[in-house]
C-alpha cells in the first residue's frame, strides 16, 4: 500500500505517518507543502520520503491508496472530496472539517467512492489505557454509567502559532480541542446525543481578538447518560506535558479514572506517565495495568482500507460526531 501526504499544517501528521512507514509492505509515494520550512522539517524527520510533488500529481498518482492530511483545518474538507473523487481513501487530522457545507461536500463524495474516510482522535487512537476503560465499563466493572466527563487542556505558546489559527480557518476551539471529547464520548457510550448545551469565550491567552481560548459543554446521550468537558488553552509554562488530559467515568458500581498524558500526582520522573485508576464496590483504588501500550490503529485502518469491517471506525458514528461538534462550535453561548 502507498500514501501520499498532503499538508503539513499542523505537528500531528508525523504521528499519522510514522505508524503507517512501520506497518510492513506499506510506503509513501510523497508529500506535498506549500511552506518550504514545513517541507524542510518533514523530509529531515523521513529521509526516506524525497519526493515533494504537486498536490495534483498525488491525487491523480494510480499507485497512491490513501492520501494523509494535516492541512490548514479548513482546506481539509474540501481536499478529502477531491481525494474521494479520484478513488482515494482519506485519513485527516482532528478536525476534519469546519463548515457543514465542507461536511456534506465530503460525505457527498465519500459515499459516492466507497472509500473509507479515516480522523485522527489521537488522544484516544493513541493511548491504550482509552481501550481498557471501554473494555472495562463493557464488563461492568462500575455498573451502569452515570456520567461521564473530560478536560483536554493545551499549552498555546501564540507567539509559535501559524497566522491561520488566528481567523476563520481554525475553526473554532470546540471544533478543534473539542472534537476529542465529543469522539470520546460517543465511542465510549456507543449513543448518540440527546441535547447538548456549549459555551465559549475568550480570557486573554493570546492578543488576538477573535480568538476563544476556552470551551465546555454538557451532553445527554440518547439512553440518558450525561456528560461534561472542558476544553482550554490554558497549560502553564512550568508543565512538563503539553496538557494535563483526563476522563472521568462514573457508574453505579464504580469509578473510572484515565490520565492521559501524566500523574502530577508524582515526583517521580519514571512515573511521570498516565495511567488508569479504578474503584468500584468490590475493589479499593487501584492502579489497573494496561500491559500491551503498542498502537493498534495503523493496523486497523490498513485492514479496514481491504473491505469488509471499518475496524478503526463505526462509520455512521464518525459522521455524526463530525456533524455534532459543528452544532457545538456554532451553537455556543459566548460568555467573554
Known sequence: MKFGVIGLNHGHIYLMVRPLLELPGVSCAGFYAAEDDLAGAFTQAFPGISRRAAAAELLDDP????????AINADRGLLAAQAFGRGKHVFLDKPAVTTPLDLARMRQAQQASGKRLFVFFSERLENPLDEKARQLVHQGAVGDLVHLSGQGPHRLRWQDRPAWMWDHRYGGILNDLGSHQVDWFCWMTGQHISYCAARIGRFG??????????????LTAANGVTGY?????????????????????????GTIEIRRTINLSTLDPADRHGHLLLINDSLGPTRVDVPDPSRHWPADMLASMHGGENRLHDEAMLWYVLETTLHLQASAVRVR
Open 63 to 70: 499507485e497512491v491508496d490513501l492520501i494523509v492530511s494535516a
Open 229 to 253: 468537558f472542558r476544553v482550554d488553552w490554558f497549560t502553564p509554562e512550568k508543565s512538563p506535558i503539553w496538557g494535563d488530559v483526563r476522563s472521568t467515568i462514573v457508574g453505579t458500581r
Open 205 to 218: 491567552a493570546a492578543p488576538h481578538t477573535n480568538f476563544d481560548d476556552f470551551g465546555d459543554a454538557v
